[in-house]
Structure formats: C-alpha cells, structure tokens
C-alpha cells in the first residue's frame, strides 16, 4: 500500500468540476487534491454539496464538467460505480447500509477484496488467508462477539462500525466516509475518531462530517466547502477564526 | 463448517429441503405402484386423472421455486413469469402438435388442423425442426432463456427496479398474449394447440405414458430445488440478498448488479419454461390465456402464501394454493374462488409476512423454547 503511495503524487484530484441540478448548481467550479496518505475533513452547512461530490467520486452522477482523477491518471468519470469500487475507492453511506439479513461475518466476507465476476462467485471458496482477514478485520472494529448475529440486530453505532470494517476489507486505497459520527453517542463518536485515525495510517481517508468535536478529534486538515466550492482550507483552529466560514455558518 | 463439501451443505444441513427430497421420492416410488400396479377397483388405486393433477401441482411448484428465486432472494418482483412458463408450452405444445401427423380432423400430414383451417399452404419456417422432441426442448429452454436475456439485459442496465420492473414485466406478458390471439402469428390463435396424440410414439391417453410424465416431473422439480438451493447457498447468494436489501451498497462494494440479476432472471426463466413444457403434454392444451398477467400474479401468491426467500416455501405455496384452488372450484365455493385468493393474498402479507413457512418456524421455536424453559426449571429450584 505505501509503495503505490509513494508512487503516486496525488490520490485524488478534482478540477473546475460542475454539476448542475435542474439550473442549481450543486458544484461549482469545485477543486479538491488529496495526498497519498492524507486525512482530509470536510465541512459545510447543509446544501453545501458534499454527497453530491462523493456521489461524482463514485461514479454515481457524472459531472457537467471537470476532471475527477484518480491516482494521477484514472479519469473516474468514465467508470461506474462497481468499476471504481474495484479500482480502490470505498464509500460509506451517511446512513448506515449493512446488509441487514446477513451476519455480520457474511457482510465482511462479501465485502472482502477479491473477484466480483459472477461465475466466479458463484463458485467461490473462501481460503484460510481471506478467512483469517476476516477475523482479523471482525477484531479491528470490536465485533467478534457479534459475528453471528444478524446485522439487522446491531445498534446504530455497530452498523457505522460494521460499514468501515466492509469499507477496509474492500481494500481500497482512498476511503470516502459521509457522516460517520451522525446519531452516535459521545463515546461512539469518540472511537469511531480513533477508528478513522487508525485507518489512516495505511488510508487515504475523505471524511465528511457536520460534528465539530469529531473534526477536532480527527486533528486533519479541514476543508469547508460552501455553495459547492471551497470555501476554505486548512487546519481547523485556523480555518474556524476566517470571517467567512464563520458568516456562512453563523448567517450574516 | 465453511469446508463441507458441496453436496454435504446441499442435502445434510438442509432440514426443510431433505423432507421435500422425502417425500418427492416417496411420490415417484408410490404414485406408479398406486396407478399401475394396485388394481382399478381397489381403494387403494390411484386414478390417472389424480396422476396428472398432482404432476400439474408439480409444475407449478417448478415455477413458484423460479420465482422465488428472483423475487424471494434479488427482490426481482417479476409479474411476468407465466410468460416464460407459456413459451416453454408453446414449444412443447409444437412437437405434439406435428406428432398429430395425418390424424387431425383434416388429414393433412404436412400442416396442423388450424392452419388448414386458415387456408396456408405450407408450414411457416418457425415451425421447421418441431418435428424433433430435441429441437422442441432446446426450444422450450432457449426462448425463454434468450427473451429473458435481451429484456432483462435493458431493464438491469438502464436500472429499472422496483414497481417499475414489475409494471413492464406484465406490459411483457401481455404484449404476448395479445400476439399469440392473433391467428396470423401460426400459433393456432385463441384456440391455441390441443388434440395432441403421442409423445416420443407413446399414446398420451395412456396411464403408462401419464406416470412416466410424472415421473420427470417430479425429478425435474427436485434437481431444479437443487440448482436453486446451490445458487442461494453459495457466495453469489449472498451477492443476490445483498442486492434485495442494498442494492446501491452492492454496486459501491464493486458487485456488476445488472450481472446478477441478469443471471438469476434468465436461470428463473429457463425454469420457468421447463416447467411449462412438463405441463402441457400432461394438461393436453395450450392457448393464449397462459400469457394472462392474471397468471404471473398469482405464482407471486403462491410464492408469498409459501413464504418467500426459502425456496421450499415456495414449492409449498404452490401446493397448497392450487390444491385449495381445485378442491374450492369444485364445490359451492366455485364462484368465490379469487375472492378467496386475494383475501388469502392480503391476510398473507399483512399477519404472515414470511408465509406458511414462517408460522411453522415460529411455532417451532416457540415449542424449543418451551422445552429450554421446561428443562432448565428444576435447576432454579436447587
């Protein structure tokens, strides 16, 4: 993972990518250059676009224009959505989608990294290595009591837990996280900063997030994005004293 | 567990599916002893008319089990199945069709009573190689097939889902069956085929013939119990669950959905059409009405009163619908049937949201709980 890091210069790359919903513009003119390796927060009041860059990331909407790039060559927006899941780009959801019907062993295996043709899932055998990754990911997020258990029995914040373990068995190289901490506890909020932080030690991590106590826990560099464009962009103690993030999220 | 062999995960670890494997080879060793062999006057005897009934069941029961493939496992909601199903007879219907020969009312050893009827002078070229049994199952298993790739292949790609799949799959059958009304389309029109004579040189009428139909049937419905249940058990399975519960989380973990449902939908109508081209040598006649949209809708009763997403649930939906279905239009409650039908559909999916199937399990495990209760009493009272 490192090598390809260290190979690449940037990770993720947006330039002068507009989207245009019905004449509103979602994003705009919005530029965005993530690091091998980086933690990056993202901040904005609501409406400022950010699932709508997430969902142009994953090849779920296709922007009006602009560059999306992935590892300094990849045009991502002529993939879709599986192709760019298997290029290295996980997605967790805002609300937590697990698979409720299966258990939590299965939603880890399924979202193991490995072949996605259908034949070759139909006759797919687990082997001793993936089974053990499995385990291994079941002890990272703190689920190995639950690992039979249906995923529609676990709380709230185990689904959020269970969805990151999906997102880093998935292997992918840049990880795109919407809102994990939205409706979790203190404490939840407080593992899940430590969870993502873990992470990002072999991740390129995005997170999305409205919680300012998660933001600071996550001790990141901070984009704000407003209208769909950067508003600003720094560390958060110095992008929180800018007069305009402070107008946009207080009002004039 | 995970490193059982395929044919152990397929039969041992399956209690529901072992009883069906039950009493499926009870009914192939019993019903021919019963029919042929117990003398007609015994009380025993198992008249042929009862043969034929239960091997339509049975056919019915092959596609309840390919609907609750797509529908119960990858939330396909089709209402068009009984098109696949209608195909496979057409197909079938075909081969007996040319195996009339020069016995139709006509005489005409070359066209079928209805195109002479119609005035046509020679057999249009769809009709060439239904001569051969052969052809006419390929047949019956690759219309189905590759309509169901092509229709599917659009729907899954463009991403219709939902209400909206359903709503085209019956525009599907539909368009069907007004198609096969008309006269010109050389499918004997509303009449559809019927007065067929012999399969593969053997009389129809006869019991033997009846009992050997049965018979396939019956191991048709178990190997097709066994196709589905190795498809829901193995890893794509799961892919197929986790497209019915999240399918956008699916695509975004790097799963092709569009290739999965594909798959399962072209398997379920391929099924679908083997069970059609079992039931029309038995049932004897195959017209338009099979396109009815009614039909489709009611295997998704069958499949919903069963209860769906377990396969044998399916298969006992099925039979029990159409067993109600026969025994009520027989009697006094002949006219009240569908009303019948659609307040079972309603209490159904309103109390019984996973069927038949799902009050059994809850009474059994009411019942080990109980025992669990039962047993663990005399340790609280040390």
Redesign the interface.
């Given at each position: 993972m490192t090598q390809a890091h260290s190979a690449v210069k940037s990770i993720l790359y947006l330039n002068g990518v507009t989207k245009t919903f019905d004449g509103f513009k979602a994003i705009n003119n919005l530029c965005l250059d993530i690091r091998p390796g980086e933690l990056r927060a993202i901040i904005g009041p609501n409406g400022a676009g950010k699932t709508t860059m997430m969902d142009i990331i994953t090849g779920k909407t296709k922007p009006d224009v602009g560059e999306v790039v992935f590892r300094d060559s990849i045009d991502l927006t002529q993939h879709d959505e599986a192709d760019i899941a298997n290029l290295g780009i996980g997605r967790k959801f805002q609300k937590p989608t697990v698979i409720e019907s299966l258990s939590v062993w299965e939603n880890l295996e399924l979202a193991l990294a490995g072949k996605r043709n259908v034949f070759q899932t139909l006759f797919f055998r687990l082997t001793q290595a993936q089974a053990h990754r499995v385990d291994e990911i079941l002890a990272l997020i703190g689920l190995p009591a639950r690992r039979d258990d249906l995923a529609r029995n676990l709380s709230h914040g185990q689904k959020q837990w269970l969805e990151i373990g999906m997102l880093i068995i998935q292997a992918p190289q840049l990880l795109l996280v919407d809102e994990p901490a939205a409706g979790m506890t203190d404490y939840e909020t407080m593992e899940t900063a430590k969870l993502l932080k873990n992470i990002s030690k072999d991740h390129s991590v995005v997170v999305v997030e409205h919680d300012m106590e998660f933001i600071r826990a996550l001790d990141s560099r901070v984009t704000v994005l407003h209208e769909g464009s950067v508003l600003a962009e720094g560390r958060l103690d110095v992008v929180q004293k800018d007069q305009r993030v402070i107008d946009v999220y207080l009002g004039r | 567990m995970?490193d059982t062999s395929v044919l152990q995960r397929l039969l041992l670890q399956d209690k529901p599916g072992k009883i069906l494997l039950g009493c499926l080879c009870g009914l192939v060793v019993l019903v021919p002893i019963f029919n042929l062999l117990v003398p007609a006057d015994s009380f025993f005897h198992v008249p042929t008319y009862v043969v034929t009934l239960l091997g339509k069941y049975l056919c019915f029961a092959i596609l309840a089990l390919a609907l609750d493939l797509i529908w119960g496992y990858c939330g396909i909601l089709s209402l068009g199945q009984g098109a696949f199903f209608a195909l496979g007879g057409y197909a079938m219907g075909m081969y007996l069709m040319r195996q009339i020969g020069d016995r139709g009312v006509y005489g005409n050893a070359n066209l079928p009573d209805f195109m002479v009827f119609l005035n046509w002078q020679e057999l249009p070229w769809y009709w060439t190689g239904f001569d051969h049994f052969g052809f006419a199952v390929l047949m019956a298993v690759l219309v189905p097939g590759v309509l169901a790739f092509v229709f599917g292949w659009l729907a899954f790609r463009s991403r219709v889902t939902g209400v909206y799949l359903s709503i085209i799959t019956q525009a599907l059958t539909y368009a069907l069956m007004l198609a096969f009304f008309r006269n010109d389309m050389g499918f004997g029109g509303n009449n559809g085929l019927t007065d067929f004579k012999e399969i593969l040189g053997c009389d129809l009428q006869s019991s033997t013939t009846r009992v050997v139909l049965f018979v396939v049937t019956v191991i048709t419905l178990a190997l097709s119990y066994f196709l589905c249940k190795y498809?829901t058990i193995?890893?794509?399975g799961?892919?197929l669950?986790?497209i019915?519960?999240?399918e956008?989380?699916t695509?975004?973990?790097?799963?092709?959905?569009e290739?999965?449902k594909l798959?399962v939908f072209v398997i379920s109508a391929v099924l679908a059409g083997i069970a059609g081209a079992l039931y029309v040598p038995q049932i004897g006649i195959i017209n338009p009405s099979e396109f009815n949209p009614l039909n489709s809708i009611e295997i998704v009763i069958w499949v919903a009163i069963g209860g769906r997403g377990t396969l044998y649930g399916a298969v006992l939906g099925a039979l029990l619908v159409n067993y109600g279905k026969t025994y009520f239009t027989g009697g006094i409650f002949a006219e009240f049937w569908l009303f019948i039908l659609g307040a079972l559909f309603i209490v159904t999916t309103i109390y019984l949201p996973r069927g038949v199937v799902g009050v059994a399990d809850n009474w059994l495990a009411l019942r080990r709980q109980k025992r669990l209760l039962l047993a663990a009493a005399p340790v609280e009272q040390v």
């Open positions: - | 995970r498809i193995s890893k794509l799961r892919v669950v986790s019915r519960d999240a956008s989380r695509r975004f973990m790097g799963y092709r959905v290739h999965y798959l």
